[in-house]
C-alpha cells in the first residue's frame, strides 16, 4: 500500500515539474518573440515598405485588357505600327492595339467626335487652331506627344543623275510650275517634262510643304497626288522625269527604288539623314517635330490607353531611327512621361 502511494506521489511530481517547465519555456519565447518586436521596430516598417514596393510593382506590371485605337498620319505609321506590335508582344499581351493611316486632317476627324472616337490621333503637324476649338467644344482634353523628328524628303528615279542637287527655291519653283522642262532649271539637263507628286490633302506631310516650304502658295495644276505613300513610291521609281516629297522613312525604305535629292541651303549640298535631321542642323529648314495626339478623357478611363500612351513616350526613341526618324531629347521625353505618369 505504501508503495503505491509512493508510485502516484512520484508520478504527481513528475507532472507538476512537467507542466512548470513548460509554462517557464513558454514565458521565454514570449519574451523572446516580444523583444525581437521592440528591438526591430526599423525591420517592421521595412516589411511594410517592401509590401508597398511590391504592390506598386504589381501596380506597374499589371496585366491589362482591351483595345487601343489609332489612326491619322501615314508618316507616323511605320512608328506607331512597330511600337504597338513591340507592346503588344512584350507588354500587354491582352490588349489590342489597332492602327490605321487615314492621314493627319482624315484622322482628326476621327479623333474629335462627340463618343466613339480613336484614342490617339498620328499626326505630321501640329493640331490646327479650328480641331482645338472642336476638342473643346466637344470637352475632349487633347494632350500633344512629340514623338520623333522627319525631314521631308524630295526623292528622284534612280536613273536622274541630272538633279541631285537643287536648292529650296528651285524645289519651290518646280511645285509651283515655275519650270516645267528640265532644262528650264538648267540648260544641260534634258528638255524633258517635269512630273511632279506629293501625298494628297489628307496627309500632315502635304500641309507642311504647303504651308511651310510653299508659304501657302497654290501648287501646279499637275501634281500627282496620292493618298497611299506606297502609290507614291512605285509612280516615282517607275517615271525617269519623276520628282515627289514624302517623309524621311518612305525613301529610306525604298533606297533601292528612288535617290534623295540633296538640298543647298546656302552652305553647300546636305543630304537628308539620321545625322543631318534635326531642328538646329543642318536639315533644319525642312525637319519637323512629328506627333501623337491622346485623347485624355479616354486615357483617365481606359487604363490601357494611358498605359500605352506612357510606353510610347519611354520607347519610342529605341525604335525611331529603324522606322526612318530622328531621335527627341531624352529631357522632352522624360518630361512628358512624368506628365503622363501625373494622370495615374
Given at each position: 500500500m505504501e508503495k503505491k502511494i509512493s508510485?502516484?506521489?512520484?508520478?504527481?511530481?513528475?507532472?507538476?515539474?512537467?507542466?512548470?517547465?513548460?509554462?517557464?519555456?513558454?514565458?521565454?519565447?514570449?519574451?523572446?518573440?516580444?523583444?525581437?518586436?521592440?528591438?526591430?521596430?526599423?525591420g517592421a516598417e521595412q516589411e511594410t515598405d517592401d509590401s508597398g514596393s511590391e504592390e506598386e510593382e504589381s501596380n506597374d506590371s499589371e496585366e491589362l485588357s482591351g483595345s487601343v485605337e489609332i489612326d491619322g498620319s501615314g508618316t507616323v505609321f511605320p512608328l506607331m505600327s512597330r511600337l504597338a506590335e513591340e507592346y503588344m508582344l512584350n507588354e500587354q499581351q491582352q490588349v489590342s492595339v489597332e492602327?490605321?493611316?487615314?492621314?493627319?486632317?482624315a484622322g482628326f476627324q476621327?479623333?474629335?467626335?462627340?463618343?466613339?472616337?480613336?484614342?490617339?490621333?498620328?499626326?505630321?503637324?501640329?493640331?490646327?487652331?479650328?480641331?482645338?476649338?472642336?476638342?473643346?467644344?466637344?470637352?475632349?482634353?487633347?494632350k500633344e506627344l512629340k514623338v520623333a523628328l522627319d525631314g521631308l524628303t524630295f526623292v528622284i528615279h534612280p536613273e536622274n543623275d541630272w538633279a541631285t542637287e537643287l536648292t529650296p527655291e528651285q524645289l519651290v519653283d518646280i511645285f509651283l510650275g515655275e519650270y516645267n522642262n528640265w532644262s528650264d532649271i538648267n540648260s544641260d539637263?534634258?528638255?524633258?517634262?517635269?512630273?511632279?507628286?506629293?501625298?494628297?490633302?489628307?496627309?500632315?506631310?502635304?500641309?507642311?510643304?504647303?504651308?511651310?516650304?510653299?508659304?501657302?502658295?497654290?501648287?501646279?495644276?499637275?501634281?500627282?497626288?496620292?493618298?497611299?505613300?506606297?502609290?507614291?513610291?512605285?509612280?516615282?521609281s517607275e517615271d525617269e522625269n519623276s520628282i515627289g516629297f514624302f517623309g524621311f522613312g518612305y525613301y529610306v525604305n525604298n533606297q533601292d527604288k528612288l535617290t534623295a535629292v540633296n538640298v543647298d541651303f546656302g552652305e553647300g549640298p546636305v543630304e537628308p539623314s539620321l545625322d543631318t535631321i534635326a531642328e538646329d542642323g543642318p536639315y533644319a529648314d525642312f525637319t519637323r517635330p512629328v506627333f501623337t495626339y491622346l485623347n485624355v478623357n479616354n486615357a483617365k478611363e481606359k487604363p490601357q490607353v494611358l498605359d500605352y500612351a506612357i510606353y510610347v513616350m519611354k520607347t519610342a526613341n529605341d525604335f525611331v531611327a529603324e522606322t526612318g526618324f530622328a531621335p527627341i531629347p531624352e529631357e522632352e521625353a522624360q518630361a512628358l512621361i512624368d506628365e503622363l505618369e501625373a494622370l495615374r
Open positions: 508510485r502516484i506521489f512520484i508520478a504527481a511530481l513528475a507532472t507538476f515539474l512537467l507542466v512548470f517547465l513548460a509554462a517557464c519555456g513558454s514565458d521565454d519565447n514570449e519574451e523572446e518573440s516580444t523583444g525581437s518586436d521592440s528591438n526591430n521596430d526599423n492602327v490605321a493611316r487615314a492621314g493627319t486632317s476621327k479623333f474629335l467626335v462627340e463618343s466613339g472616337g480613336t484614342d490617339f490621333n498620328d499626326a505630321s503637324r501640329h493640331i490646327k487652331d479650328e480641331e482645338q476649338e472642336l476638342a473643346d467644344e466637344l470637352g475632349i482634353e487633347v539637263w534634258p528638255s524633258e517634262t517635269i512630273n511632279t507628286y506629293g501625298p494628297n490633302e489628307n496627309h500632315g506631310t502635304y500641309e507642311f510643304f504647303y504651308e511651310n516650304i510653299l508659304d501657302k502658295q497654290d501648287l501646279r495644276d499637275d501634281v500627282n497626288l496620292q493618298q497611299e505613300y506606297s502609290t507614291l513610291v512605285t509612280l516615282i
